[in-house]
Each structure stands twice: as structure tokens, then as C-alpha cells.
């Protein structure tokens, strides 16, 4: 695996002289957190909205009635999980298809507060102590902690989760864990994590929040993708009914153990969570129009635009509404595979990205419903604009002759078509930019000197994608590239994504507000570009990139976040690795009249399976009591 260039603090400094005083302040950015005594929270910069006497969030309602079920499909999914399919319950390893939300059924050392960008606050650990070089971090467990058979959860169980996961773990457990030296049980009720030194001072807030598994069960099963039984939890929720592929439903726990902890109260308040699975969007909408799902995210503007006139609908039973989208980076892009030599040039991914019409795509085929993503970090302060400025120039000048003169410049954007949605003057440019980089016109193809065609072969695994890219293949086409469009079943899809077996697939990703070292790893460093199952689709292995992910740990304000991630913004809209596509400003739902929930939503997540309650009234209202 490629290590790529790492950029010791000397050399982050290096990059900028207005960074020359920080030598002094190395753990400034978390300098606002106490060292040497218990902390009921943490967060980035040591702001806490809550106290250490907090009775719950803000955002939720503690009286909400416990029952009903909530029968939906997910929009958002983690670790090896499909929305599509599964086949295994082992959500924390590589391989294998887990059924979204699983991670439900465990509980985590600390836990996010949705309304804020990134503070934690104790969980399965009532306190947390950082130590005076803050490289370890000493957590006291609940001794009322339980796992769902009524055994004890202990400082043995954490210390051997984090172990298991460095080891064998998910790319994305594996990754944050790098520079994890020792977890280690101090006794039953104390855990102790230290790390190297070469840590983000953010990491912490990541690792704090992962599952914690019992190494009772783990003794004696196999930590792999072969089992379809559930491990053993200790969460709100656990798994019920398994219909391999097709059905799972988690069952709230009547006597869960946390259930009354602040970061609990007014939450998880059905009594059991549903999941269908689909082969396709279609046969989801139509389950959903029957009442057979009760809750959905619509992510097909054709559908929203004019699906939604059913009986339900007409009649009321059935709202449709939109809910503001979260404060935090996204990004839906394709990545264009940079391990096959014939991507490596940024002129070639240049000309495959002027082929896309996303103008006339929004208007014929998206209703006008999405706006034009032109950065891997739309919706935030990241993603960057106009030329940099004096701070994001003091980190780029030092890598000037490494970088591509575009970064300089006013921030790379992709050319606006005529919306015709074949663009002459656009795809003839896209023609030059191939011809330039090598591939001379054969015919009707682009071929190089040794005679190969330039294909490029674009995975999906949804119909609906087909009618999205279908026109961006012809105008490959048009170019001389022989261009191609692959349907392949969910689990194919993700085997082949897992294992980077593609020339080009998409990708939706939700960033923290707060983004760590460790979280940018496994989707831009080199480290992972070769790493099966890392979200780095593609290749990505630039010793500029590296640097200014490394220095993301060196921040010590979010001032100076967002001048580094500005500066990352600039060089990724550059190389084109990813191709920016489109972005929604709100969430599309849809659901039965049925539910109670609190407004306005938190501005950092959206969970109506956690934070919703079934409303007894409405449904019998609609029929559905």
C-alpha cells in the first residue's frame, strides 16, 4: 500500500509563514479542553451547548409516546451496508452486504448532539479524561451498562473492540485507528486509548462514537461476513425479524439499560424499525403508495415532480414535504478510476466532464429540482470561490510548482452548457483536450499510438441512473470515446466498488462539519487509494493532497479549518478526480400522516426513525390505528 507523503509538523509549518508561531501551540486546537479531570463531553474547539447536569437535547420531545411501527428505507447508509440487499449482519467488516441502520443495536463510548457540528457527549462512558500531552484518553463506563442478554458491559469489551477493529475492521473503523498504540481495560469500569502523537487532535471525536461489540461473542464466532446471525448488542434497539435479503425489523428494547441518560431521553421511540428491501426504485414507490412503507426520502426528481398524485395523496393521508438540508459538506460526484493509466491525464478527465450536460439534464430530466455541484464540498464554507485569498495562499505558494496553475486562479468551475444537451462548442473543446492528451481520431473512435480505443465502461446499479447517464454516454460518444453504460445487481455493484473494479461510478457522501484527518483518509490520502473497501474510488494519490489533509489536524480555529479545506476544494475541482455532478438544498420526503416530531429539525442530522413517534390519533385518522 502506498504511505504517500507524510507531513510532519515541521513541514506543515513550513507551508505557510503565517503559521510560524504554532510550533508553540501543537494541541491548540483542542487547548480549550481541560486535561486531568473527568469531562462529561467533547468537541473540536471546546465549545458544549449542554452542561454536565443536561436532562436531554433540545431537539427532542421527552414526552413522545413509546409504540407503532416505522417501516422505511433508509437514505443514508455506512461501513459495507446496502440499501438494496444483504447478507450478512456484520456491519463492520469489508465484506459482505449489511442491512442499513444495524448500528443501532450497539452503543457507542460517547454520542453526537445533532445541533451541534461536532460535540460528543458520554454514552457508554459517563466521563471522559484527557491526559496532560492529551494521547490518552481515559473513559469511565456506566456500571449499569448491559449487553442485550443481561451481561455486563466492561472496559474488556471496549478495549478489545478497538483492537479487533485496527486489526480486521471496515476501512472506515480501520483508518481513524492508525495511530492507536494501546486500548487498554484499566479495570472492569475504566478504559484507557492511547494514541502516538501523530493523531489528529480530532480524532478522538471519531473514535469515541464507534459501536462497542462484546468479546464474549466475538471468543466464540468468527469476526467475518459469513454469519447471519446477529451479534450480540447493547443498544436501543435489537435485530427481530431476518428475512436474508428482503426484511429485517429492530426491536426496541423495552428494558434497555441507557434508556433514561440524557443523550437518550425522548429518543427511539418505536417499538420496531422496518427495512424492505427493493430490486428497484420503482417497486419501493409503488410498496410505499400501498401503505406497506410508511416514511420516504424521494431521490428521483422525475418521481417527485409527477408521481406524487395517488389516492393518498388526494385524500390526505399521505404528506409531502420538504425538510432543509443539513449544515454539513456533501458531495455526489463520479469518480473516474485514476489505477487504469488511460484516466491519469487531467485533460482526459476534463473532456469526460464537459460531456455531461447538467443543464439540460436538470431541466429534461431532474424538473429543474437540483442545482449544479461544482465542489466536493457543496453546501458549506468549504466549498471555495474567487481566487485565494492572503491565508489560503500562504499554505499554496510553498507547493506552487506542484500544483496545476488553475489552484491560482479563480476556483475551477465546469463550463455551463447551452442546454441543448448536446453542446457543440463544448464537446468540440472536450475533443481537443483528448486529441491533447494523446488520443488521435480513428474513424469514429479516439485511439492511441498503439491502436487501443479510449473506452470508458460506467457502473450503476439502478435503472434510474440509466435514464441520468445514459446522454452523457452518447456525448462520449460523440467525442470518438467508446463509451459504454453497465446495469449490474446491488451486491456486484459493491463487490466491484469495494474492490475498485470500474472506469467510472457514483457517489454521494455526507462530510462532517467538522472534518478530521483521519475522516479525509480514506476518501482523498494515498493511503487508502489502494485500500479495498476505502471511499478513495478514485486512486487518488497526490503528495499536495496528502499535505493538506495532513494539515487539517494542525488547525487550531475553524477559521483555519476552512482556509485548509478551501485550499483542498481548490486543488480536487482541478484535478478532476471526482466529477462534481448535482446537490439538493433540501431533503424530499414523503410520508403517511401518522407521526408526531418536533420542529425545526436539528441542523446536523436527520433521523426521523430515531427522533419521530407514532401518533396514535392521526393514525386511526387515515385508518391506520
Same mark, same amino acid.
Given at each position: 500500500?502506498?504511505?504517500?507523503?507524510?507531513?510532519?509538523?515541521?513541514?506543515?509549518?513550513?507551508?505557510?509563514?503565517?503559521?510560524?508561531?504554532?510550533?508553540?501551540?501543537?494541541?491548540?486546537?483542542?487547548?480549550?479542553?481541560?486535561?486531568?479531570?473527568?469531562?462529561?463531553?467533547?468537541?473540536?474547539?471546546?465549545?458544549?451547548?449542554?452542561? =454536565?447536569?443536561?436532562?436531554?437535547?433540545?431537539?427532542?420531545?421527552?414526552?413522545?409516546?413509546?409504540?407503532?411501527?416505522?417501516?422505511?428505507?433508509?437514505?443514508?447508509?455506512?461501513?459495507?451496508?446496502?440499501?438494496?440487499?444483504?447478507?450478512?449482519?456484520?456491519?463492520?467488516?469489508?465484506?459482505? !452486504?449489511?442491512?442499513?441502520?444495524?448500528?443501532?443495536?450497539?452503543? %457507542?463510548?460517547?454520542?453526537?448532539?445533532?445541533?451541534? =457540528?461536532?460535540?460528543?457527549?458520554?454514552?457508554?462512558?459517563?466521563?471522559?479524561?484527557?491526559?496532560?500531552?492529551?494521547?490518552?484518553?481515559?473513559?469511565?463506563?456506566?456500571?449499569?451498562?448491559?449487553?442485550? !442478554?443481561?451481561?455486563?458491559?466492561?472496559?474488556? !469489551?471496549?478495549?478489545?473492540?478497538?483492537?479487533?477493529?485496527?486489526?480486521?475492521?471496515?476501512?472506515?473503523?480501520?483508518?481513524?485507528?492508525?495511530?492507536?498504540?494501546?486500548?487498554?481495560?484499566?479495570?472492569?469500569?475504566?478504559?484507557?486509548?492511547?494514541?502516538?502523537?501523530?493523531?489528529?487532535?480530532?480524532?478522538?471525536?471519531?473514535?469515541?462514537?464507534?459501536?462497542?461489540?462484546?468479546?464474549?461473542?466475538?471468543?466464540?464466532?468468527?469476526?467475518?461476513? &459469513?454469519?447471519?446471525?446477529?451479534?450480540?448488542?447493547?443498544?436501543?434497539?435489537?435485530?427481530?425479524?431476518?428475512?436474508?435479503?428482503?426484511?429485517?425489523?429492530?426491536?426496541?428494547?423495552?428494558?434497555?439499560?441507557?434508556?433514561?441518560?440524557?443523550?437518550?431521553?425522548?429518543?427511539?421511540?418505536?417499538?420496531?424499525?422496518?427495512?424492505?428491501?427493493?430490486?428497484?426504485?420503482?417497486?419501493?414507490?409503488?410498496?410505499?403508495?400501498?401503505?406497506?412503507?410508511?416514511?420516504?426520502?424521494?431521490?428521483?426528481?422525475? *418521481?417527485?415532480?409527477? &408521481?406524487?398524485?395517488?389516492?393518498?395523496?388526494?385524500?390526505?393521508?399521505?404528506? /409531502?414535504?420538504?425538510?432543509?438540508?443539513? /449544515?454539513?459538506?456533501? *458531495?455526489?460526484?463520479?469518480?473516474?478510476?485514476?489505477?487504469?493509466?488511460?484516466?491519469?491525464?487531467?485533460?482526459?478527465?476534463?473532456?469526460?466532464?464537459?460531456?455531461?450536460?447538467?443543464?439540460?439534464?436538470?431541466?429534461?430530466?431532474?424538473?429543474?429540482?437540483?442545482?449544479?455541484?461544482?465542489?466536493?464540498?457543496?453546501?458549506?464554507?468549504?466549498?471555495? &470561490?474567487?481566487?485565494?485569498?492572503?491565508?489560503?495562499?500562504?499554505?499554496?505558494?510553498?507547493?506552487?510548482?506542484?500544483?496545476?496553475?488553475?489552484?491560482? !486562479?479563480?476556483?475551477?468551475?465546469? =463550463?455551463?452548457?447551452?442546454?441543448?444537451?448536446?453542446?457543440?462548442?463544448?464537446?468540440?473543446?472536450?475533443?481537443?483536450? *483528448?486529441?491533447?492528451?494523446?488520443?488521435?481520431?480513428?474513424?469514429?473512435?479516439?485511439?492511441?499510438?498503439?491502436?487501443?480505443?479510449?473506452?470508458?465502461?460506467?457502473?450503476?446499479?439502478?435503472?434510474?441512473?440509466?435514464?441520468?447517464?445514459?446522454?452523457?454516454?452518447?456525448?462520449?460518444?460523440?467525442?470518438?470515446?467508446?463509451?459504454?453504460?453497465?446495469?449490474?445487481?446491488?451486491?456486484?455493484?459493491?463487490?466491484?466498488?469495494?474492490?475498485?473494479?470500474?472506469?467510472?461510478?457514483?457517489?454521494?457522501?455526507?462530510?462532517?462539519?467538522? =472534518?478530521?484527518?483521519?475522516?479525509?483518509?480514506?476518501?482523498?490520502? &494515498?493511503? %487508502?487509494?489502494?485500500?479495498?473497501?476505502?471511499?478513495?474510488?478514485?486512486?487518488?494519490?497526490?503528495?499536495?493532497?496528502?499535505?493538506?489533509?495532513?494539515?487539517?489536524?494542525?488547525?487550531?480555529?475553524?477559521?483555519?479549518?476552512?482556509?485548509?479545506?478551501?485550499?483542498?476544494?481548490?486543488?480536487?475541482?482541478?484535478?478532476?478526480?471526482?466529477?462534481?455532478?448535482?446537490?439538493?438544498?433540501?431533503?424530499?420526503?414523503?410520508?403517511?400522516?401518522?407521526?408526531?416530531?418536533?420542529?425545526?429539525?436539528?441542523?446536523?442530522?436527520?433521523?426521523?426513525?430515531?427522533?419521530?413517534?407514532?401518533?396514535?390519533?392521526?393514525?386511526?385518522?387515515?385508518?391506520?390505528?
Amino acid at each position: 500500500m502506498n504511505e504517500g507523503l507524510i507531513f510532519s509538523r515541521r513541514n506543515f509549518l513550513a507551508l505557510g509563514a503565517a503559521a510560524a508561531t504554532a510550533p508553540l501551540f501543537r494541541n491548540l486546537a483542542f487547548a480549550a479542553v481541560p486535561t486531568g479531570q473527568p469531562l462529561h463531553g467533547l468537541s473540536a474547539f471546546g465549545d458544549l451547548k449542554y452542561g =454536565p447536569d443536561f436532562k436531554n437535547f433540545d431537539y427532542v420531545n421527552v414526552d413522545a409516546p413509546k409504540g407503532g411501527t416505522f417501516n422505511y428505507g433508509p437514505s443514508q447508509w455506512v461501513y459495507n451496508q446496502n440499501p438494496y440487499t444483504f447478507n450478512t449482519l456484520n456491519s463492520f467488516v469489508i465484506k459482505g !452486504d449489511a442491512p442499513p441502520r444495524i448500528e443501532i443495536c450497539f452503543d %457507542s463510548l460517547l454520542t453526537s448532539a445533532l445541533d451541534e =457540528p461536532d460535540a460528543i457527549y458520554g454514552l457508554l462512558a459517563s466521563t471522559v479524561t484527557v491526559s496532560a500531552d492529551r494521547n490518552s484518553f481515559e473513559f469511565a463506563l456506566r456500571p449499569e451498562a448491559r449487553f442485550h !442478554d443481561g451481561s455486563h458491559l466492561t472496559a474488556h !469489551d471496549a478495549a478489545f473492540t478497538f483492537n479487533l477493529f485496527k486489526e480486521k475492521g471496515h476501512p472506515d473503523l480501520l483508518l481513524p485507528l492508525r495511530e492507536l498504540t494501546e486500548a487498554v481495560a484499566l479495570d472492569d469500569g475504566v478504559l484507557r486509548l492511547t494514541f502516538s502523537g501523530k493523531q489528529s487532535d480530532r480524532t478522538i471525536l471519531d473514535v469515541a462514537t464507534f459501536p462497542i461489540l462484546s468479546k464474549a461473542y466475538f471468543d466464540k464466532v468468527s469476526f467475518d461476513s &459469513s454469519r447471519m446471525d446477529p451479534p450480540l448488542g447493547s443498544g436501543p434497539y435489537r435485530v427481530g425479524l431476518v428475512r436474508a435479503g428482503q426484511t429485517i425489523e429492530y426491536e426496541r428494547v423495552p428494558d434497555y439499560w441507557g434508556r433514561d441518560l440524557p443523550v437518550n431521553r425522548g429518543m427511539y421511540n418505536f417499538d420496531r424499525l422496518r427495512i424492505e428491501f427493493y430490486g428497484d426504485r420503482q417497486a419501493a414507490f409503488e410498496a410505499f403508495k400501498k401503505g406497506e412503507v410508511h416514511f420516504r426520502e424521494e431521490a428521483t426528481s422525475r *418521481m417527485w415532480a409527477t &408521481s406524487y398524485d395517488f389516492p393518498a395523496i388526494k385524500a390526505g393521508k399521505v404528506v /409531502k414535504r420538504e425538510f432543509p438540508a443539513e /449544515k454539513r459538506p456533501s *458531495m455526489q460526484a463520479t469518480a473516474v478510476n485514476l489505477r487504469r493509466e488511460r484516466f491519469r491525464d487531467v485533460r482526459v478527465r476534463r473532456a469526460i466532464a464537459m460531456c455531461f450536460d447538467f443543464e439540460w439534464t436538470n431541466r429534461t430530466l431532474f424538473y429543474g429540482l437540483y442545482n449544479r455541484s461544482q465542489s466536493c464540498f457543496e453546501r458549506s464554507d468549504f466549498k471555495a &470561490s474567487g481566487k485565494p485569498g492572503p491565508d489560503e495562499l500562504a499554505l499554496l505558494e510553498p507547493m506552487r510548482d506542484k500544483l496545476p496553475p488553475e489552484v491560482f !486562479d479563480d476556483a475551477f468551475q465546469l =463550463p455551463a452548457s447551452d442546454g441543448s444537451g448536446r453542446d457543440r462548442k463544448l464537446l468540440g473543446e472536450a475533443r481537443k483536450l *483528448m486529441i491533447a492528451a494523446g488520443w488521435k481520431p480513428s474513424g469514429r473512435l479516439l485511439q492511441n499510438e498503439a491502436g487501443q480505443s479510449f473506452g470508458v465502461e460506467v457502473l450503476v446499479d439502478d435503472e434510474s441512473f440509466v435514464r441520468v447517464y445514459s446522454p452523457w454516454v452518447e456525448n462520449m460518444k460523440a467525442i470518438g470515446i467508446d463509451a459504454s453504460l453497465r446495469v449490474v445487481e446491488s451486491a456486484q455493484h459493491q463487490q466491484r466498488q469495494a474492490n475498485f473494479d470500474f472506469d467510472m461510478i457514483g457517489m454521494a457522501l455526507l462530510f462532517s462539519p467538522t =472534518p478530521t484527518r483521519e475522516g479525509m483518509d480514506g476518501i482523498f490520502h &494515498s493511503r %487508502s487509494a489502494n485500500l479495498n473497501g476505502s471511499r478513495n474510488l478514485p486512486g487518488t494519490a497526490d503528495p499536495a493532497i496528502d499535505a493538506l489533509v495532513e494539515a487539517i489536524d494542525r488547525v487550531t480555529n475553524r477559521h483555519q479549518l476552512t482556509t485548509v479545506m478551501c485550499c483542498l476544494d481548490r486543488l480536487l475541482r482541478a484535478r478532476m478526480d471526482w466529477i462534481p455532478s448535482w446537490y439538493s438544498p433540501s431533503h424530499r420526503n414523503a410520508f403517511w400522516d401518522m407521526f408526531g416530531f418536533k420542529e425545526p429539525k436539528p441542523d446536523y442530522g436527520f433521523s426521523p426513525e430515531s427522533l419521530w413517534w407514532f401518533d396514535e390519533a392521526k393514525a386511526k385518522a387515515i385508518g391506520k390505528g
